[in-house]
């Protein structure tokens, strides 16, 4: 069985160019309240359909149907995010979680947080911009034309910080969640290499506008 699992949510849509259809015809595919709408957009049929679809405006019929309160303690996404775990996957991509409301951008970050947390991997894929979360090890950032790379501590602090294949390097740096040095740095070679040893480190490549 495939441990990579595609996840669809209610945030801003994604263009098809922006979408890859290889892995999500592999994948695990599962559709978060809104989310569903852009799957069908996009014309990906998904494995399951999860959320209290408050946002959708109407309620899917299927064998493949979880419903959900609205008043509940987690997020769709986090609970499409979390039955993926409890189905054995480990890999996800998320298309249609950037934009809108930023209570809800901060929220699916920090269902980043929680896949990074559980040994998973995890990226939101947007029209501009990509978002991953990464405990410590080495992690690696293919170069993307008109894209900027930005590095976050997603703890206190992010200690043993190396950068390697960008217009700003640093070695055995610690970064803190109290600076922007990390903003806006650029990938000069086929890709980025950054190491840490101890802390969360939030990743965000954006389009230059």
Do not use: W
């Not at 999500?24 to 559709?31: E, G, L």
């Not at 939101?124 to 790379?149: N, V």
């Not at 390697?164 to 980025?192: F, H, M, P, Q, R």
């Amino acid at each position: 069985m495939t441990r990579h699992c595609v996840i669809f949510a209610g945030g801003e849509p994604v263009r098809s160019e922006n979408i890859d259809f290889d892995i999500i015809a592999k994948s695990y595919v599962i559709c978060a309240d809104k989310g569903l709408a852009l799957a069908q957009e996009l014309g990906v049929k998904p494995d399951l359909i999860l959320g209290d679809f408050d946002s959708l405006g109407h309620m899917p019929e299927g064998e493949n149907v979880l419903t959900y309160p609205i008043e509940k303690d987690d997020t769709d996404l986090m609970l499409a995010v979390e039955t993926a775990f409890d189905k054995g996957f480990t890999d996800f991509c998320i298309y249609g979680a950037c934009g809108g409301r930023l209570d809800h951008m901060i929220g699916n970050i920090s269902c980043l947080a929680m896949i990074a947390e559980k040994g998973g991997k995890g990226v939101i894929i947007g029209d501009d911009d990509i978002i991953s979360l990464h405990c410590s090890g080495e992690h690696r950032f293919p170069s993307r034309e008109g894209f900027s790379l930005s590095l976050f501590a997603y703890s206190p602090e992010v200690t043993g910080l190396t950068i390697t294949g960008t217009k700003y390097t640093a070695e055995n740096c610690t970064l803190t969640n109290s600076v922007t040095l990390g903003v806006s740095n650029e990938i000069t070679a086929d890709e980025a290499v950054v190491r840490f040893d101890e802390g969360r480190l939030l990743v965000i490549q954006s389009r230059l506008r």
